[in-house]
């Protein structure tokens, strides 16, 4: 084996062990705070807009985050919370819009879009490939005639 190959081999490795212990973590389940902290990161602050009330520093997303807290201790799931929230403020304080409904356009538009630029690419990738066409009949008399005349 080759030194360059080696070295891509342990270069794989440690990307796929990265990967491995990224993703199955330490095991245990996460506590009430930091389960309220990944809710409340999906919830957008009440006042700001811009942001998630996990970010905000303003009182309205510091009142969301207890709440959050409080109904996580209470033994709530996160779709309880989620209700809760949504019936008080309406769909656009999530983050992430629902996965049905009007807000499944929003997963499925890019997914359609890429695809859509793909299909577009490749059809125009494939009319302007050089095999595709020949010369006809009279653009080869004019390349004959320009190579006498010089």
Do not use: K, N
């Given at each position: 084996m080759?030194?360059?190959a ?7 490795v440690?990307?796929?062990?990265t990967?491995?212990?990224?993703a199955t973590g330490?095991?245990?389940?996460p ?5 309220a ?13 811009s942001?998630?009330?996990a ?10 985050r207890e709440?959050?807290?409080r109904r996580?201790?209470?033994g ?14 309406g ?5 992430e ?7 499944a356009l ?6 359609v ?11 125009a990738?494939?009319?302007?490939r050089?095999?595709g066409r020949?010369a006809s ?12 005349s010089e």
């Amino acid at each position: 084996m080759s030194r360059r190959a080696a070295s891509w081999l342990v270069l794989a490795v440690v990307l796929a062990a990265t990967l491995v212990v990224g993703a199955t973590g330490d095991g245990s389940p996460p506590s009430d705070e930091e389960r309220a902290m990944r809710i409340s990161a999906q919830i957008r602050c009440p006042t700001c807009r811009s942001q998630s009330a996990a970010d905000s520093d303003a009182p309205a997303a510091d009142f969301v985050r207890e709440e959050v807290l409080r109904r996580v201790r209470q033994g709530q799931s996160e779709a309880q919370i989620f209700d809760y929230f949504v019936g008080r403020y309406g769909e656009t304080i999530r983050l992430e819009p629902s996965p049905s409904g009007i807000g499944a356009l929003v997963w499925a538009l890019p997914v359609v879009a890429v695809g859509a630029a793909v299909s577009g690419l490749t059809v125009a990738y494939r009319r302007r490939r050089p095999g595709g066409r020949s010369a006809s009949a009279g653009d080869r008399a004019l390349v004959e005639e320009a190579m006498r005349s010089e």
